[in-house]
């Protein structure tokens, strides 16, 4: 088998099985796919780790929307990864910048030193930073494990380059992990592109609600993401090919 790993991205219970069942290295569980991923709740993070034995990293982001946070919003996640440590966690997936597009150093330093002996990756708010290249020298220097970037780019293939560029830059201080629109057609150009060693897919398809009965007077569908489980096989199939 392959060393490239490869992390799938689980907004419920069952994606997680999913993850585990279909060959996926670490899940990054998550809440609320429409807002990119939030915090999920205690009970979610309780399940999640006694039925799977992959790698689990909890996103720790109160909100969608930017990642400039208040100070009542750090309170709530630094007790966030507090639980997350006490519950046996393998890592946490957190971001912080400043107004002016630099990484909140001291806000970060403050939640990696909390999270510790847990894994830290600094998520794409690395993509809203100012200079990726300062951003990353203050990441390694928080003690941060990895970063997941799409190159600063909508998607990773389009950030192919920087991605490759900062792999180069890291020198093997820190694990740069390309994610965003990431599937099995693209993967394997996007590893020999950028020659990193662990990559961040979605890989998610919608399921239709399986409700008989749906209220003719609200429009809305209730339908959810889920993880396809046939696309991260296709994307492990790909890797161990490389």
């Known amino acids: 088998m392959s060393t490239l790993k490869l992390e799938v991205i689980a907004f419920d219970l069952e994606s997680c099985i999913i993850a585990q069942q279909s060959g996926a290295n670490r899940i990054e569980l998550c809440d609320n796919p429409a807002d990119g991923g939030t915090t999920p709740s205690y009970g ?6 006694a039925m799977t034995t992959i790698d689990l990293f909890i996103m720790i982001r109160p909100r969608g929307g930017d990642f400039l946070y208040s100070e009542e919003e750090f309170e709530t996640m630094k007790e966030d990864v507090k639980i997350c440590k006490e519950l046996g966690c393998d890592g946490v997936v957190v971001g912080m910048l400043t107004i002016e597009g630099d990484v909140d150093v001291k806000r970060m330093s403050a939640l ?7 894994s830290v990756t600094f998520h794409r708010a690395f993509d809203r930073s100012n200079d990726p290249f300062k951003a990353l ?5 928080m003690g941060c494990e990895r970063i997941l ?6 998607t990773a293939s389009k950030g192919s380059d920087l991605l ?12 740069i992990m390309p ?7 693209n993967i394997s150009e996007i590893a020999k592109t ?3 060693i662990e990559f961040h897919s979605s890989a998610r398809v919608t399921l239709v609600s399986k409700m008989e009965f749906n209220n003719p007077s609200l429009e809305s569908l209730l339908n959810r993401i889920i993880l396809d489980g046939e696309e991260v096989q296709k ?3 790909k890797l161990d090919e490389i």
């Open 44 to 49: 979610t993070i309780k399940a999640a780790i």
């Open 112 to 118: 990696v030193n909390l999270a510790y002996p847990m």
């Open 137 to 141: 020298e203050d990441i390694i220097e």
């Open 149 to 154: 970037t799409s190159g600063q780019q909508p």
């Open 164 to 175: 490759n560029a900062l792999i180069k830059k890291a020198d093997n201080r820190i694990i």
């Open 179 to 185: 994610g965003s629109g990431i599937r099995s057609d």
């Open 194 to 196: 950028t020659k990193a």
């Open 235 to 237: 994307l492990r199939k």
